[in-house]
T-cell receptor, first 113, second 109 residues
Framework: GDSVTQMEGPVTLSEEAFLTINCTYT??????LFWYVQYPGEGLQLLLK?????DKGSNKGFEATYRKETTSFHLEKGSVQVSDSAVYFC????????????FGTGTRLLVSP | GAVVSQHPSWVICKSGTSVKIECRSL??????MFWYRQFPKQSLMLMAT?????????EQGVEKDKFLINHASLTLSTLTVTSAHPEDSSFYIC?????FGPGTRLTVL
Protein backbone atom coordinates (compact mmCIF):
# COMPACT_ATOMS: atom_id res chain seq x y z
CA GLY A 1 0.00 0.00 0.00
CA ASP A 2 0.87 3.65 -0.05
CA SER A 3 3.24 4.74 2.67
CA VAL A 4 5.57 7.50 3.80
CA THR A 5 8.84 6.98 5.66
CA GLN A 6 10.50 9.75 7.62
CA MET A 7 13.74 9.90 9.51
CA GLU A 8 13.33 9.31 13.21
CA GLY A 9 13.83 12.16 15.56
CA PRO A 10 14.37 14.10 17.48
CA VAL A 11 16.61 16.24 15.37
CA THR A 12 18.53 18.62 17.59
CA LEU A 13 20.20 21.66 16.05
CA SER A 14 21.65 24.96 17.10
CA GLU A 15 20.14 28.16 15.80
CA GLU A 16 21.24 29.07 12.24
CA ALA A 17 22.22 25.47 11.44
CA PHE A 18 21.20 23.78 8.19
CA LEU A 19 18.24 21.44 8.40
CA THR A 20 17.41 18.34 6.39
CA ILE A 21 14.56 16.00 7.25
CA ASN A 22 14.41 13.02 4.93
CA CYS A 23 11.16 11.70 3.53
CA THR A 24 10.61 8.90 1.03
CA TYR A 25 7.37 7.48 -0.21
CA THR A 26 5.80 4.45 -1.83
CA UNK A 27 2.73 4.98 -3.96
CA UNK A 28 0.84 3.10 -6.63
CA UNK A 29 0.11 6.20 -8.66
CA UNK A 30 1.39 9.75 -8.95
CA UNK A 31 0.91 11.36 -5.58
CA UNK A 32 0.92 14.93 -4.43
CA LEU A 33 3.39 15.44 -1.59
CA PHE A 34 3.09 17.63 1.48
CA TRP A 35 4.92 18.77 4.55
CA TYR A 36 2.83 19.66 7.58
CA VAL A 37 4.08 21.24 10.80
CA GLN A 38 2.64 20.88 14.28
CA TYR A 39 3.82 23.46 16.79
CA PRO A 40 3.52 22.65 20.48
CA GLY A 41 -0.09 22.74 21.58
CA GLU A 42 -1.40 23.55 18.12
CA GLY A 43 -3.01 21.72 15.22
CA LEU A 44 -1.41 20.66 11.97
CA GLN A 45 -0.59 23.39 9.49
CA LEU A 46 0.31 22.94 5.85
CA LEU A 47 3.90 24.06 5.36
CA LEU A 48 4.40 23.37 1.66
CA LYS A 49 3.39 21.04 -1.13
CA UNK A 50 4.33 19.79 -4.57
CA UNK A 51 1.98 18.15 -7.01
CA UNK A 52 4.25 16.75 -9.71
CA UNK A 53 7.79 15.58 -10.32
CA UNK A 54 10.52 18.23 -10.07
CA ASP A 55 8.17 20.72 -8.45
CA LYS A 56 9.69 22.62 -5.55
CA GLY A 57 7.47 23.66 -2.67
CA SER A 58 8.66 26.50 -0.48
CA ASN A 59 7.40 28.51 2.46
CA LYS A 60 8.93 30.38 5.42
CA GLY A 61 12.44 29.50 4.25
CA PHE A 62 11.67 25.79 4.01
CA GLU A 63 11.98 23.96 0.69
CA ALA A 64 11.31 20.48 -0.63
CA THR A 65 11.67 19.11 -4.16
CA TYR A 66 9.54 16.30 -5.53
CA ARG A 67 12.04 13.70 -6.78
CA LYS A 68 10.27 10.96 -8.65
CA GLU A 69 13.44 9.05 -9.48
CA THR A 70 14.32 8.65 -5.81
CA THR A 71 10.71 8.80 -4.54
CA SER A 72 11.76 11.46 -2.08
CA PHE A 73 10.57 14.81 -0.77
CA HIS A 74 13.25 15.92 1.69
CA LEU A 75 12.61 19.06 3.72
CA GLU A 76 15.42 21.62 3.97
CA LYS A 77 16.03 24.99 5.54
CA GLY A 78 19.25 26.92 5.33
CA SER A 79 19.18 28.52 8.76
CA VAL A 80 16.81 27.30 11.45
CA GLN A 81 15.42 29.41 14.27
CA VAL A 82 14.29 28.48 17.76
CA SER A 83 10.74 29.18 16.61
CA ASP A 84 11.04 26.34 14.07
CA SER A 85 10.97 23.81 16.90
CA ALA A 86 7.98 21.59 16.12
CA VAL A 87 7.01 18.21 14.73
CA TYR A 88 7.17 17.91 10.96
CA PHE A 89 5.04 15.43 9.04
CA CYS A 90 5.58 14.33 5.47
CA UNK A 91 2.43 13.18 3.71
CA UNK A 92 1.10 12.08 0.35
CA UNK A 93 -2.23 12.04 -1.39
CA UNK A 94 -3.18 10.16 -4.50
CA UNK A 95 -6.21 12.34 -5.06
CA UNK A 96 -6.53 15.98 -5.89
CA UNK A 97 -7.83 18.45 -3.38
CA UNK A 98 -6.09 17.16 -0.26
CA UNK A 99 -8.06 13.97 -0.11
CA UNK A 100 -7.07 11.08 2.14
CA UNK A 101 -3.61 12.01 3.29
CA UNK A 102 -1.15 9.28 4.26
CA PHE A 103 1.27 10.56 6.88
CA GLY A 104 4.75 9.66 7.94
CA THR A 105 5.48 9.18 11.62
CA GLY A 106 6.65 12.73 12.12
CA THR A 107 10.05 14.13 13.03
CA ARG A 108 10.51 16.34 16.06
CA LEU A 109 12.88 19.25 15.55
CA LEU A 110 14.46 20.93 18.55
CA VAL A 111 16.40 24.13 17.93
CA SER A 112 18.47 25.59 20.74
CA PRO A 113 19.72 29.19 20.96
CA GLY B 1 -6.63 24.61 3.32
CA ALA B 2 -9.95 25.21 5.00
CA VAL B 3 -10.21 26.73 8.45
CA VAL B 4 -11.45 23.94 10.69
CA SER B 5 -12.65 24.01 14.26
CA GLN B 6 -13.31 21.17 16.67
CA HIS B 7 -15.27 20.91 19.87
CA PRO B 8 -14.52 20.01 22.54
CA SER B 9 -10.77 20.41 22.68
CA TRP B 10 -10.56 17.82 25.42
CA VAL B 11 -12.96 15.47 27.16
CA ILE B 12 -12.72 12.99 29.99
CA CYS B 13 -15.40 10.34 30.30
CA LYS B 14 -16.14 7.13 32.14
CA SER B 15 -15.81 3.76 30.47
CA GLY B 16 -19.02 2.72 28.78
CA THR B 17 -20.26 6.19 27.98
CA SER B 18 -20.47 7.80 24.53
CA VAL B 19 -18.71 10.95 23.46
CA LYS B 20 -19.51 13.21 20.52
CA ILE B 21 -16.88 15.33 18.82
CA GLU B 22 -17.88 18.10 16.42
CA CYS B 23 -15.87 19.27 13.43
CA ARG B 24 -16.76 22.43 11.55
CA SER B 25 -15.39 23.78 8.31
CA LEU B 26 -15.60 27.53 8.86
CA UNK B 27 -14.78 28.94 5.43
CA UNK B 28 -15.43 26.09 3.04
CA UNK B 29 -18.44 23.97 2.20
CA UNK B 30 -17.01 20.50 2.55
CA UNK B 31 -18.83 17.59 0.96
CA UNK B 32 -16.01 15.43 2.28
CA MET B 33 -14.23 15.61 5.62
CA PHE B 34 -11.77 13.24 7.21
CA TRP B 35 -11.27 11.89 10.71
CA TYR B 36 -7.81 10.94 11.93
CA ARG B 37 -6.51 9.44 15.13
CA GLN B 38 -3.10 10.26 16.53
CA PHE B 39 -1.45 8.03 19.10
CA PRO B 40 1.27 9.43 21.36
CA LYS B 41 4.50 10.00 19.46
CA GLN B 42 3.02 8.43 16.36
CA SER B 43 1.60 9.64 13.12
CA LEU B 44 -1.95 10.40 12.17
CA MET B 45 -3.95 7.42 11.00
CA LEU B 46 -6.96 7.97 8.79
CA MET B 47 -10.05 6.48 10.40
CA ALA B 48 -12.80 7.37 7.99
CA THR B 49 -14.03 9.66 5.25
CA UNK B 50 -17.14 11.60 6.16
CA UNK B 51 -19.48 12.16 3.21
CA UNK B 52 -22.17 14.81 3.34
CA UNK B 53 -25.60 13.25 2.97
CA UNK B 54 -24.39 9.67 2.78
CA UNK B 55 -22.63 6.99 4.78
CA UNK B 56 -19.07 7.41 5.92
CA UNK B 57 -16.33 5.29 4.41
CA UNK B 58 -14.23 3.54 7.03
CA GLU B 59 -10.62 2.44 6.73
CA GLN B 60 -9.73 -1.18 7.27
CA GLY B 61 -9.74 -2.15 10.91
CA VAL B 62 -11.91 0.75 12.08
CA GLU B 63 -15.17 -0.34 13.68
CA LYS B 64 -18.01 1.61 12.12
CA ASP B 65 -20.39 0.76 14.95
CA LYS B 66 -17.90 2.05 17.47
CA PHE B 67 -17.03 5.27 15.69
CA LEU B 68 -20.26 6.72 14.35
CA ILE B 69 -19.87 9.52 11.84
CA ASN B 70 -22.61 11.88 10.76
CA HIS B 71 -22.10 14.55 8.12
CA ALA B 72 -25.44 16.31 8.20
CA SER B 73 -24.43 19.56 6.54
CA LEU B 74 -21.68 20.98 4.35
CA THR B 75 -19.97 22.52 7.37
CA LEU B 76 -20.43 19.98 10.14
CA SER B 77 -19.28 16.43 10.71
CA THR B 78 -19.57 14.64 14.03
CA LEU B 79 -17.71 11.64 15.38
CA THR B 80 -19.34 9.71 18.21
CA VAL B 81 -17.24 7.24 20.13
CA THR B 82 -19.80 4.80 21.46
CA SER B 83 -19.34 2.77 24.65
CA ALA B 84 -15.88 4.22 25.07
CA HIS B 85 -13.12 2.22 26.71
CA PRO B 86 -9.65 3.23 27.91
CA GLU B 87 -8.08 1.94 24.68
CA ASP B 88 -10.12 4.57 22.80
CA SER B 89 -8.19 7.29 24.60
CA SER B 90 -6.42 9.23 21.90
CA PHE B 91 -6.16 12.48 20.00
CA TYR B 92 -8.82 12.79 17.32
CA ILE B 93 -8.34 15.25 14.48
CA CYS B 94 -10.62 16.20 11.63
CA UNK B 95 -9.69 17.68 8.29
CA UNK B 96 -11.36 19.45 5.40
CA UNK B 97 -9.66 20.47 2.15
CA UNK B 98 -6.20 20.17 3.60
CA UNK B 99 -6.97 22.17 6.72
CA PHE B 100 -6.88 20.47 10.08
CA GLY B 101 -8.78 21.08 13.25
CA PRO B 102 -6.89 21.62 16.51
CA GLY B 103 -7.81 18.14 17.68
CA THR B 104 -9.77 16.65 20.56
CA ARG B 105 -8.00 14.85 23.38
CA LEU B 106 -10.21 12.01 24.63
CA THR B 107 -9.39 10.32 27.91
CA VAL B 108 -11.52 7.38 28.96
CA LEU B 109 -11.24 6.39 32.60
Amino acid sequence: GDSVTQMEGPVTLSEEAFLTINCTYTATGYPSLFWYVQYPGEGLQLLLKATKADDKGSNKGFEATYRKETTSFHLEKGSVQVSDSAVYFCALSLNTGFQKLVFGTGTRLLVSP
Amino acid sequence: GAVVSQHPSWVICKSGTSVKIECRSLDFQATTMFWYRQFPKQSLMLMATSNEGSKATYEQGVEKDKFLINHASLTLSTLTVTSAHPEDSSFYICSAKGGFGPGTRLTVL
